[in-house]
């Protein structure tokens, strides 16, 4: 019981982590360029986030993040 | 790699998935078998016997914990795993042996040393160059610069902690050195604490992985109020009146002085408490507990009940390796109070290698040394001083802590009495707001806290992800751009 109630609530943790990244704009592909030279990897990793990054812009899916933030920062006067 | 960073949300995403699968299949094993008390261990247990039986007992999950913590700490400078690496190395050897007094003695200097060099290296190098005039250490010595290893001083507390006790017998010296190269490494509380007693910690790595319910709730909790601590109300006081009015105090008037010597102490303590709070939830998520390191410490009611609230894994560890070792109690009340300051002085410098630090723990223990000596004064109708009192000296104290030189320190108690400024600085009301905040956390009945905790147990495992998802991605919208690294880093 305990153990599927963990992998529901990592499962469910993950699709949170995707859905972030569908609507957060290019939020993941500025901290895959800002991550150090990950040596021999670096290259390879690059193009896989690109690709996902180009996929992601081709759903034309809004950047729901910095909107959110935005009206955050706006309300609160923080930011 | 900092917490409230997307860098860290991926890395922990992938070590909790990857975690939940080594563990999948797991059985209720056996504890492994541990030797027994140092003083009733016979001459077949030292490394030569030891390093053979190794393989055999890493096990994959052990193995996948210590590599991702290694990893986490890679992404500051992988220079420091080595040094860790050594840390853990000397704290296994003088572990197996630690009932032998060479051995013992031996471990911990080497443990003092590390840290000695690593921390107070530069300290002691600039402090004789000033006291030379400057000239050929600075000229000629400069290459010498030593940079500080982030997390070392807690690192190496919890290596000589695991030496101490297994000498003491409280526990029994691991062969396996992964053991230790765990307890040592755990990335959750590797770089700020807290500092995690092996007695506590050891025994749960042998026991079967298991995050219930009741864990879950309480790790989403902790994690969420630690992200809001850090993110909004540590972060932004620091921006909003403490690091302008602590950069140019020259130029301030009290309202504004008062307001950031206030806020720094929210600051620091929302900024620690937080990345404890986060700490120990993520520990809860990997199936390990850890004591709560603060209890409300601008609540307490004299100076000995701040430091059993404030940063409390470092107050006991100097209370039982340093304070009790060097008296205690005992004596008369000349000796405790010299006690006291010498105990209270080294905590200081624990915090940093400066004489800012130096004279914040000196204070902090001429202070506690008062308090001792007036503890049998009845103060009647006074009595409800004694917090206000306290807060007063805390907060007071913060100020040469903050301002990391002399001149800093006059300059902001000047200002504190100067009505007119020219600096132009206003408090902004979010920065009130924020102080006002940071205090209630400080009142708040801990009922409050035990009923949200409660509510989120009951919560099932879908919706505390989304919780905890959610709560997360407001959190990190609220936050400023950029990342403010956690001001006990640098201890």
Redesign the interface.
Known sequence: MSRSANAIFVLALWVCLLTLWLFSGEQFLDLMFAIPDAGPVDDWSLTVVVWFEDMRAGLGVPDLFSALRGAIHGWTGLG | MVFPT??F??FL?VV??VN?AL??RQGTPAPAPEPGPPAARGPGSGPGRVLPAIASRLDARKAFLIAASYWFYAAWDWRFCLLMAGVSAIAWAGGLRADRRAVRIASIAGLLVVLGIFKYFNFFFLSLGQLLGDTFLARDLGWMRVILPVGISFYTFQAISYVMDCARGDIAPRRNPFDVALYISFFPQLVAGPIVRAADFLPQIDRPY????AM?GAAVLLILSGLFKKM?VAN?LSVLIVDPVFAFPDGQAWPETLAAVIGYGIQIYCDFSGYSDIAIGVALLLGYRFQRNFNQPYRARGLSDFWRRWHISLSSWIRDYLYIPLGGNRGGVARQVWTLLLTMTLAGLWHGAGWNFLVWGFLHGAALGVERGLRRVPLGPLRWLAVPVTLLIVFALWIPFRAADWEGTLAILSALTRAEGFAGTVV???ALALIAIGLAMNWLPLAMRDVAEGALMRV???G???I???GT??L???A??GVAPFIYFQF
């Open positions: 997307l860098e949300v991926l995403a909790l998935a939940l563990t999948w298991v995050v219930d319910t879950r909004v932004y902004p009301p979010q099932p495992a879908v505390q992800a989304l905890l998802a959610a991605i407001l990190f919208a609220t400023q751009d």
